[in-house]
């Protein structure tokens, strides 16, 4: 992995307000046969059970292994700070950027012998039946915008009391990614799935 971050040392100022930019681009590049060393087996890793590959029946083990890395992303953080009075405001913007990749997913497709007209379905087959089917997917490109809006006031002394709202996924972006385990923690089959929409969270706190 390699990662290249530009910055300024000093803040850039105009209209009495104090701005912060930093960039950063990341570099990926992971060629390996698992996902995650750490990870715990599943029944279908132990068991090896046939499954289906682009329509042909391997055993689970023979399937690619499934990829969770974007080759690369792009990072832009920007930080302005001004004061009215005794406030003091910042808001602070994370902009994101991750590029496509092909990942391997388990996908659902009812395998029935008859359509619902009750004729002949000629993609039937019985090998098929009660298998998990995997195929290659491409996930597209992803970006979002997190936001940061705050501002503190100085109550008594060093007393200071402030406010943060955090915006996350700003544009409430549909972005594609990989599910590798359900709810339970029961299966690590890779499903294609997507990430959190807007988020809205709120910091009050009070320092002395």
């Known amino acids: 992995m390699v990662t290249l971050t530009f910055t300024k040392n000093e803040t850039i100022e105009f209209f009495n307000t104090k701005n912060y930019i930093f960039f950063a681009f990341d570099w990926t590049n992971v060629k390996r046969n698992f996902n995650d060393y750490s990870s715990a087996a599943t029944a279908n890793e132990l068991q090896d059970a046939d499954i289906l590959y682009n329509g042909e029946v391997v055993a689970y083990s023979q399937r690619p292994a499934s990829n969770f890395v974007r080759p690369y992303t792009l990072r832009l953080n920007t930080i302005h700070t001004f004061n009215v009075g005794k406030t003091k405001w910042l808001l602070n913007n994370f902009f994101r950027f991750r590029s496509a990749y092909d ?3 388990r996908i659902h497709i009812a395998r029935t012998q008859y359509t619902a007209t009750r004729t002949p379905n000629p ?3 019985p090998a098929h039946n009660n298998k998990d089917q995997y195929v290659p997917q491409r996930i597209r490109e992803a970006f979002t915008w997190d ?3 705050g501002f503190e006031v100085d109550v008594y002394k ?6 943060n709202i955090y915006i996350y996924n700003l544009l409430d972006a549909k972005n594609p990614t990989i599910l590798s ?20 969270w709120v910091q009050v706190g009070y320092r002395y």
Do not use: H
């Not at 060093?158 to 406010?163: D, K």
């Not at 385990?181 to 809205?200: D, K, M």
């Open 103 to 105: 990942a391997i997913t």
């Open 181 to 200: 385990s359900n709810y339970a923690g029961t299966s690590s089959a890779p499903t294609l799935a997507y990430e959190v929409g807007r988020q809205f």
């Open 123 to 125: 993609a039937y087959n």
């Open 147 to 149: 936001m940061r809006l």
């Open 158 to 163: 060093c007393n200071t009391l402030y406010t």
